[in-house]
């Protein structure tokens, strides 16, 4: 089946420090999205990247979807404590209708 | 709150037990994802529902199995249950089905297998 791989597992930052997390997949993705977990809280959706090249930013957050449509990242701006969370991308295939998830990055920020 | 209603939050039951955990997706959405979060794991994908009909199915045991209503909502049952089987459980809905739109996902229910 579909495999999405996100590296890394944990980061722990300095508040104001930037953090990436990266997404691979060893097949063409369709499209993929990113979601936010909340300690004790639900995956909230955070944006979806259809187009190969794509880049998105919502304030301090910027998210590429790579050339050959195989991998993304979320890179986050001077981090504040209110980004704690796991961080998770989701990735659907060509032609499946499955949306598999990453493992997660669990990102802490140290105030 | 995301509109999708999970019942029940928590359930604890013994080993070898049947449940069935209940999702009621937002007004209008149409399809249907169950998901299942181990302890510090992602989210395992399970099974996938678009107005009524099976569209994907991940890797879900034999043992459990799921089916969504003429009213859309589902409900996922998990039997003879082990103690590998406690996690948490996530419904989540979306307008469309195969994972072409925004996901909103339900507060979970919390499964303990004692």
């Known amino acids: 089946g579909q495999q999405v791989m996100q590296i890394p597992q944990y980061q722990h930052v300095q508040e104001g420090e930037d953090f990436t997390t990266y997404c691979n997949s060893s097949t063409t993705l369709s499209n993929i999205q990113w979601y936010k977990q909340r300690p004790g809280g639900h995956p909230v959706f955070l944006i979806q990247?259809?187009?190969?090249?794509e880049v998105k930013k919502q304030k301090r957050l910027t998210f590429q979807f790579g050339e050959a449509k195989k991998n993304s990242s979320l890179h986050i701006t001077a981090t504040q404590t209110t980004d704690v969370g796991t961080y998770f991308c989701a990735a659907r295939e060509a032609g499946s209708y499955q949306l598999t998830f990453g493992k997660g990055t669990k990102l802490s920020v140290i105030p | 709150d995301s509109g999708v209603t999970q019942t029940p939050k928590h359930l604890i039951t013994a080993t070898g037990q049947r449940v069935t955990l209940r999702c009621s997706p937002r007004s209008g959405d149409l399809s249907v994802y169950w998901y299942q979060q181990s302890l510090d794991q992602g989210l395992q994908f399970l099974i996938q529902?678009?107005?009524?009909?099976?569209?994907a199915k991940g890797n879900i045991l034999e043992r459990f199995s799921a089916q969504q209503f003429p009213d859309l909502h589902s409900e996922l049952n998990l039997s003879s249950l082990e103690l590998g089987d406690s996690a948490l459980y996530f419904c989540?809905?979306?307008?469309?089905?195969?994972?072409?739109?925004?996901?909103?996902f339900g507060q979970g229910t919390r499964l303990t297998v004692v």
């Open positions: 989540a809905s979306s307008p469309v089905g195969g994972g072409q739109a925004e996901a909103f």
């Open positions: 529902y678009y107005n009524g009909e099976e569209r």
């Open positions: 990247l259809v187009k190969s090249g």
